[in-house]
């Protein structure tokens, strides 16, 4: 028994009543007609225009010229705007606005009758009627072979354009096409074309792509970007997200060449995108000292992040200008940098229990410790044989802690291979040679058209991003990093600093070698000389002269407007405050500071020397969060930097006080 042949794939059923060959003749036709049409409008035209302006050689002489501007103008606009279609069409196009214009000029003058004339038009206008008719029975509706167009043009040169186009599309200025590869053809067979596609394009070897379908393994989607979209520089238009908000929401650093914008979720999505650590790569002057200015001023303006900077190649100075104030601590020195790795990996069992006690198994918004941006710039010296940092880059994803490591090179020698596993997120910016950046971008990217060796340091901010939450498409398309003046940034971080985390304190024990014990000493030691030499907060003439007088064997005595006994004394041990019983009571507690102190400013090392960690049951980092919740709340206000911080009382409850 016979069966019938199911219709190819793609193919459109007639219709249920018969008549699909007549209704594809209808179409057929409807198509053809156009060009006759506007050969005839152009004829009825000619004869009119003559009408009306040959009666006087003024009005005649304006209206070949107005023709003639309008012929030409069209002609330009028609080849500027076809650039990205195939020659043959820009030809057909640029012919047939310049053989309308002569005839509604040439008619203009003479008029429609002179039988040399409308003879020699009408066969011109026939045969370019022809062609339009041609070109259009041929072209198909993208299922025929080739497919047409520029496509078609390089099929003879390139094996891959053999086969058949299935779509073709125009995206702002890239011409992408999805192509069935011819049969026994693979994927990696055809990114191999890659190179002379981009050649006969006329295209720079990163303007030409190739992304396989990830659902059919015969077919491909090739991008071609005749122009640069990049080239021009990129200022930065400054944080999107409002000061204060939380490092969970996007970061901006720069866009792609379809002005889509490149932004990252630092600390991924909880349950469906994890953290990864970040890998710059790019070779000196090719633009990372620059997205990490960007990266850390957008950064600083979250509130519930804290940023630390290590930089023992001697480049501190020229990067972290602008962005000091930002940064929580800063390590220049390689064995103060080795120490700082061996205590960051002390702190680990810390966060990740407070981490549990929240019932959080990986960071997010609202969690009981800040989020930690680690920058290692530089840092092959550091982490090339350092075994703490294979483990940080193991352990440190979980626990809220990000390393951002900027190399030169991506090579086994550079950064440890245990290590890069964890290193999901690469931004790959210009490199010396093809083998620097093999360790950081994968191959699949590279197959599909990323060479940053074309760019060397000579496009400064140019990147590929491949990162967890970025399409498979996106990771092979360029884009270049956000620049940002250091005026600009040194103002948005100032700007931002009521809304910044205050930090958590310091002098955590450092384990380690004897050595690695000294140089933290010796550290230490500097920090301890340079409060020492630093401005000193002096309290009020009236207190201190009171703070002298006093007997300290005897009980404190109460000061004007405070229970001293009720409120700095002993704390009730049982049952600890809650959260907000602990709020309500520091508002109390600085409402009695306040008329005690006559509203003078203050430190929080003087809060804590009346007694006010003992009164809440807390500690000293919980403090200084709380009082910067009261600076942006606007109860406070930030008078002065200085390693405690100086407070003072909003100027509204100041008056209110006198």
């Known amino acids: 028994m016979s069966r019938r042949r199911p219709a190819p794939a793609g193919s459109k059923p007639a219709p249920a009543g018969g008549g699909g060959g007549r209704v594809h003749i209808e179409h057929r036709a409807w198509q053809l007609t156009p060009p006759w049409i506007v050969l005839g409008l152009l004829a009825v035209a000619g004869a009119t225009l003559h009408a009306i302006l040959a009666n006087e050689v003024i009005r005649l002489a304006w209206g070949v010229f107005a023709l003639t501007v309008a012929t030409v103008t069209l002609v330009m606009v028609a080849v500027t705007v076809g650039r990205a279609r195939a020659v043959v069409t820009r030809t057909y196009a640029a012919v047939t606005i310049a053989a309308a214009g002569l005839w509604l000029v040439t008619a203009t003058i003479t008029g429609v009758g ?17 062609c339009w008719n041609v070109r259009g029975l041929l072209g198909g509706q993208g299922e025929d072979h080739h497919g047409g167009g520029q496509w078609s043009d390089m099929a003879d040169e390139i094996r891959t354009l053999r086969g058949t186009i299935r779509a073709r599309r125009i995206q702002g200025a890239t011409m992408k096409a999805t192509v069935q590869l011819p049969p026994g053809m693979t994927a990696q067979d055809a990114q191999a074309d890659l190179p002379r596609i981009a050649a006969l394009a006329g295209v720079p070897a990163t303007g030409a792509r190739m992304t396989p379908d990830p659902d059919d393994a015969s077919r491909v989607e090739i991008s071609v970007t005749p122009e640069d979209m990049l080239k021009n520089t990129i200022p930065w238009p400054g944080p999107r997200a409002l000061a204060g908000a939380s490092i969970a929401e996007p970061i901006e650093l720069g866009q792609y060449e379809d002005a889509l914008e490149l932004a990252l979720r630092l600390p991924g999505i909880p349950g469906r995108q994890a953290m990864s650590h970040i890998l710059l790569i790019g070779m000196t002057g090719s633009g990372k000292s620059e997205l990490l200015q960007v990266l850390v001023a957008a950064a600083a303006c979250r509130g519930d992040v804290e940023i630390d900077y290590l930089d023992v190649a001697g480049k501190a100075a020229q990067t972290v200008g602008p962005i000091r104030a930002a940064i929580r601590e800063l390590v220049t020195e390689k064995p103060a940098g080795a120490a700082y790795l061996q205590r960051l990996l002390g702190e680990v069992p810390g966060r990740a229990g407070a981490l549990a006690s929240a019932g959080m198994r990986e960071w997010q918004a609202g969690a009981p410790v800040p989020y930690r941006i680690v920058v290692i710039d530089e840092g092959a010296s550091l982490v090339s044989d350092s075994d703490v940092f294979v483990e940080l880059a193991r352990t440190l994803r979980s626990v809220g802690v990000q390393l951002v490591l900027a190399l030169q090179r991506a090579t086994f020698d550079q950064v440890p291979t245990s290590a890069r596993a964890n290193f999901g997120t690469v931004l790959c910016f210009g490199v010396r040679a093809a083998g620097d950046a093999k360790g950081a971008l994968s191959p699949e990217v590279r197959d599909s058209g990323a060479t940053p060796e074309a760019w060397r340091n000579r496009k400064p901010g140019y990147l590929y991003c491949e990162a967890p939450g970025i399409d498979d498409d996106r990771c092979a398309m360029p884009a270049r990093a956000y620049l940002a003046s250091a005026a600009d940034v040194q103002r948005i971080i100032g700007e ?48 201190a002269a009171a703070v002298a007088q006093e007997n300290s064997d005897e009980p404190l005595a109460a000061g004007p407007g405070m229970d001293l006994d009720a409120r700095l004394g002993p704390p009730p041990r049982t049952p600890p405050l809650t959260a907000s019983q602990a709020e309500q009571a520091l508002d109390e507690f600085l409402a009695a500071y306040r008329d005690a102190t006559g509203g003078a400013q203050f430190q929080r090392r003087d809060l804590i020397g009346a007694g006010v960690l003992d009164v809440l049951g807390r500690r000293k980092s919980w403090l200084s969060g709380a009082l910067g919740q009261r600076v942006a709340a606007g109860v406070l206000v930030y008078v002065a930097e200085r390693c405690d911080g100086i407070y003072g009382w909003a100027p509204a409850l100041s008056e209110a006080r006198r």
Do not use: K, N, S
């Not at 002179?114 to 206008?125: F, H, N, R, W």
């Not at 050595?515 to 030499?533: K, N, P, S």
């Open 114 to 130: 002179v039988a040399e004339l409308d003879l020699t038009a009408g066969l011109i206008g026939i045969v370019i009627c022809l």
């Open 496 to 543: 931002a600093t009521p809304y910044r985390y205050p930090g958590a304190d310091t002098g955590v024990a450092i384990p380690g070698p004897a050595e690695t014990r000294a140089a933290a000493g010796r550290v230490l030691a500097e920090a301890v000389e340079a409060e020492a030499t630093a401005p000193r907060y002096t309290p009020p003439g009236d207190l």
